[in-house]
């Protein structure tokens, strides 16, 4: 199984931009990407990218959101644009060999990183 490690978020400003960051522990071949989960809502997928770079993002967060991938330094990060306060909420890594809106099959989850927006 995978380890994987975040690191980012914190206190944003609504419109500014947020990196997060996710380190795999290890060489892999499957999809990386990012959950959330607001409080008092269940966990949902914003975006994921597969070991060739294609990428797939929620309706929610798309034009806003990218992830690039570096296979060699085993990492993935989440890349978003004009933060709102619905986008606040525990953001977690992941890694699956598929990892979609409706559909996900998971090798590793990290252990969540909190984002908190500011209107």
């Known amino acids: 199984q995978v380890q994987l490690a975040e690191s980012g978020g914190g206190l944003v400003q609504a419109g500014d931009s947020l990196k997060l960051s996710c380190a795999a522990s290890?060489?892999?071949?499957?999809?990386m990407g990012w959950f959330r989960q607001a409080p008092g809502k269940e966990r949902e997928f914003v975006g994921s990218i597969n070991y060739n770079g294609v990428p797939i993002y929620a309706d929610s967060v798309k034009g806003r959101l990218t992830i690039p991938r570096n296979n060699a330094k085993r990492t993935a990060s989440l890349q978003m644009n004009d933060l709102r306060p619905e986008d606040a909420a525990t953001y977690y890594c992941?890694?699956?060999?598929?990892?979609?809106?409706?559909?996900?099959?998971?090798?590793?989850w990290g252990q969540g990183i909190r984002v908190i927006v500011s209107s």
């Open positions: 992941a890694a699956g060999r598929t990892l979609g809106p409706a559909d996900a099959e998971i090798a590793g």
């Open positions: 290890k060489v892999i071949f499957i999809s």
